[in-house]
């Protein structure tokens, strides 16, 4: 267990907590305002201040850095992953945990591989088993991209000199080559859907090339009758843990150029003012039974429940 000290010091008239620790052989030093006022009578609130930070950070670094040189590399990334799971989102988490609990856990599992003698060989079979696995390139690409953020922590913490990810060959990426419906195929697939549940989404789909995130993520807010446009700046995504599915809502899109302003053409602007219409109508007669969670988006069935990712892709 890492134990840490603390004094204070007044820096711009008010108390510093000091916080001194020892970390792998190293002395550390970081410093917290107490947000006291250095003035007379206020030392001692001061000093119960540092007290409070003091505990909280020794729990913190406890938590984050209880990582051996000796401990596993699975067991390093399983580690490292439950360290960074509050900074990062729901989805990026949950990706991270597939990559690690799938075939990095059964190809590292039953190796004698440590987090501190792991060589850039090792990654480079790891990357051949992937691949004789049939695993593309640009998936491949997702593993190393984990493996190598994950071993820069070890080397930000001095748990190995130099990060071995950064020696090994890195799969090539694939250029992405997109397959697109001719005018009658389209055509086609609008008569197939009129009058069922994915006609709304494959109606937007066709009109506007959205991810299918984007398209379930518009709510009828983006939508401005009065200057014609459309904003993309919201989506609607499906994750699953311990198997156990759930959708997920979130103002960011993938990129931040995901975030963007569309003309709203004619034909789906009549489309959606009669969708609007047609929504109004089934809440009245619904009633208390229309679903209040997805209120306000334009992709919901005729009991204002949302058309569920999944549901779109099979």
């Not at 014609?228 to 599915?245: C, F, M, P, Q, Y």
């Not at 089934?282 to 005729?302: A, M, R």
Request: with cysteine.
């Amino acid at each position: 267990m890492i134990e840490v000290t603390g004094s204070l010091q007044i820096k711009n008239n008010i108390y510093q907590a000091v916080l001194s620790y020892k970390e792998n052989n190293k002395w550390k030093t970081k410093w917290v305002s107490t947000k006291v006022k250095a003035i007379k009578g206020n030392k001692k609130k001061a000093q119960a201040e540092l007290e409070k930070i003091k505990d909280k950070f020794q729990k913190e670094i406890n938590t984050e850095c209880p990582v051996e040189a000796n401990l596993k590399f699975i067991d390093y990334m399983r580690k490292w992953l439950k360290m960074m799971k509050a900074s990062l989102k729901e989805t990026t988490y949950l990706g991270y945990k597939k990559i690690i609990n799938s075939r990095m856990s059964t190809y590292f599992e039953d190796k004698d591989i440590t987090v501190s003698n792991i060589k850039p060989h090792d990654i480079q079979d790891f990357y051949q088993y992937l691949t004789d696995e049939g695993l593309s390139g640009n998936t491949i690409l997702h593993y190393h991209a984990n493996i190598r953020k994950a071993l820069e922590y070890a080397v930000k913490t001095d748990l190995i000199i130099s990060n071995p990810a950064d020696k090994v060959d890195k799969p090539k990426k694939e250029p992405y080559i997109a397959s697109f419906y001719s005018k009658e195929e389209v055509k086609t697939l609008l008569n197939a859907v009129k009058g069922t549940k994915l006609e709304i989404p494959v109606v937007i789909a066709c009109y506007y090339g959205l991810r299918r995130s984007e398209v379930l993520g518009i709510r009828w807010s983006a939508i401005n009758f009065e200057s014609k446009v459309i904003t993309i700046n919201h989506v609607i995504l499906d994750v699953s843990e311990n198997g156990e599915k759930k959708i997920i809502k979130r103002d960011t899109p993938k990129t931040k150029s995901s975030i963007r302003t569309l003309p709203l053409v004619p034909f789906m602007e009549e489309y959606f003012k009669e969708l609007k219409q047609k929504q109004e109508e089934n809440k009245k007669l619904c009633k208390d039974s229309y679903g209040t969670e997805y209120l306000g988006y334009v992709c919901v069935d005729p009991i204002g429940n949302i058309i569920s990712p999944d549901y779109v892709s099979h």
